[in-house]
């Protein structure tokens, strides 16, 4: 199955500034999606990415799908307490996720 | 759009049990996995439920350990058989379909093994 690394693992950000969480992977991807998850809550859908370069934008929330298809990014700007949680990109096959490892943002107000 | 309901949403188990963990949506959908959390990590599929068949087992995830049900679109069932502390995790039921874009998952499972 497809295999999606995500970069970094960790993001300590101080309330105000920008961070971009990194998503790869070996193997072309039809599509990436992203999620969010909050402390002790479930997954829920961000966006998805399905063209070559694309990129699409969610008030402060950025998000990239590489021309190769073969990586993605998310960046936030102005980080706020809101966006405290882990976020996940994920490769999607026959309707089955590839999760990558997650980008877990605390943020220091 | 699909809500999910799972439950329960947490246990505390002895070792040695099962429990068994349900999931039910709120419309047909095509799909359902099972996905396992343990503290601090990503997402790992252990199975699809296939409707009026046996369930797709993932890698490392065999179906005496993990036994699934699917009776019909709406729901399943996810068993964790012979518990050990390796298995306190977070259990998610999650749904697709053709005409979801995205994947929703329900609230979750929280197990403890004692």
């Known amino acids: 199955g497809q295999q999606v690394m995500q970069i970094p693992q960790y993001q300590h950000v101080q309330e105000g500034e920008d961070f971009t969480t990194y998503c790869n992977s070996s193997t072309t991807l039809s599509n990436i999606q992203w999620y969010k998850q909050r402390p002790g809550g479930h997954p829920v859908f961000l966006i998805q990415l399905v063209k070559s370069g694309e990129v699409k934008k969610q008030k402060r929330l950025t998000f990239q799908f590489g021309e190769a298809k073969k990586n993605s990014s998310l960046h936030i700007t102005a980080t706020q307490t809101t966006d405290v949680g882990t976020y996940f990109c994920a490769g999607r096959g026959d309707y089955k996720l590839s999760f990558g490892a997650g980008t877990t943002v605390t943020v220091r107000a | ?114």
């Not at chain 2, 505390?12 to 601090?40: A, E, K, N």
């Not at chain 2, 890698?59 to 518990?83: A, C, E, H, Q, W």
Request: hydrophobic share 35%; glycine share 6%; with cysteine.
């Open chain 2, 1 to 114: 759009s699909a809500v999910i309901s799972q439950k329960p949403s947490r246990d505390i188990c002895q070792r040695g049990t099962s429990l068994t963990i349900q999931c039910q949506v709120d419309s047909q959908v095509t799909m359902m996995f099972w996905y396992r959390q343990q503290p601090g990590q990503s997402l790992t599929l252990i199975a699809t439920a296939n409707q009026g068949s046996e369930a797709t087992y993932e890698s490392g995830f065999v179906i005496d350990k993990f036994p699934i049900s699917r009776p019909n679109l709406t729901f399943s069932t996810l068993t964790v058989s012979n518990m050990s502390p390796e298995d306190s995790s977070i259990y998610l039921c999650s749904v697709g379909d053709r005409a979801l874009t995205e994947a929703f998952f329900g609230q979750g499972t929280r197990l403890t093994v004692v």
